[in-house]
């Protein structure tokens, strides 16, 4: 694929892990551009010393307001393809392009982690039940719709384009993905687990539930 492919990473306080996602990401994109939302570690040093475009949020707003920070200065360089993941180290960039073969015929690809003995239990759940009320509400078949690894062609962003700072951005994501009848799938991809846990917690999920409910009945 001949298109200019920009990946897209928001981090924060993620000094151990930036700097050999950001040089193993680079081996499948043109572009990384790594939103240092806030960090009070040398995250930003890291980041540039690997080689990325380092944005940053001198306070902390959230993954979401980061990664829109993220698509719009990629958009401003004219990119084709924007490929989020995350900073953690959860995700593997090999699998980028298993992203890129599918995008081909889709507007959108989703990561869907797999399941193993070290996904925490009360993660899986709560991932469970939203994944539920998403495909209930916008008749969307995702397994794994809180992932943040996933990849999508520029020209939709205005369609996709979410509104939420934190981490409802996701669900939001695939809400608007469903509304807008976007043609979407999705890969399996290779999920490493660290011992401290960052995501997505009991009080995000069950405000996101509410957010799905409210977006379903707020919006055209």
């Not at 306080?13 to 990401?25: A, C, D, F, L, P």
């Not at 939420?164 to 807008?180: H, I, L, Q, T």
């Amino acid at each position: 694929m001949s298109s200019s492919i920009f990946a897209i990473i928001a981090a924060r306080n993620e000094e151990r892990n930036i700097y050999n996602i950001i040089k193993k990401t680079m081996n499948y994109v043109d572009k990384v551009i790594v939103v240092d939302d806030g960090s009070v570690d040398f995250t930003k040093k890291e980041a540039e010393k690997a080689g990325a475009v380092v944005l940053r949020h001198i306070i902390n707003l959230g993954k979401g307001a980061a990664l829109k920070t993220g698509c719009r200065h990629a958009l401003s360089r004219k990119a084709d393809i924007i490929v989020l993941i995350d900073a953690d180290g959860q995700h593997k960039p090999e699998d980028i392009p298993k992203f890129l073969e599918k995008l081909k015929n889709n507007d959108i690809v989703f990561g869907i982690r797999k399941r193993n003995k070290n996904m925490p239990l009360l993660l899986r759940f709560g991932n469970w039940g939203i994944d539920k009320v998403s495909s209930i509400l916008y008749s969307i078949d995702i397994p794994d719709t809180q992932c943040g690894f996933r990849a999508f062609k520029a020209d939709i962003y205005k369609k996709i384009k979410w509104q939420s700072p934190d981490y409802s951005m996701e669900s939001e994501m695939v809400a608007n993905v469903g509304k807008k009848n976007l043609k979407y799938s999705t890969v399996t991809i290779s999920t490493i687990y660290s011992d401290k846990y960052k995501g997505t917690t009991i009080s995000d999920g069950i405000k996101i539930v509410l957010n799905l409910f409210w977006w379903k009945l707020s919006r055209k």
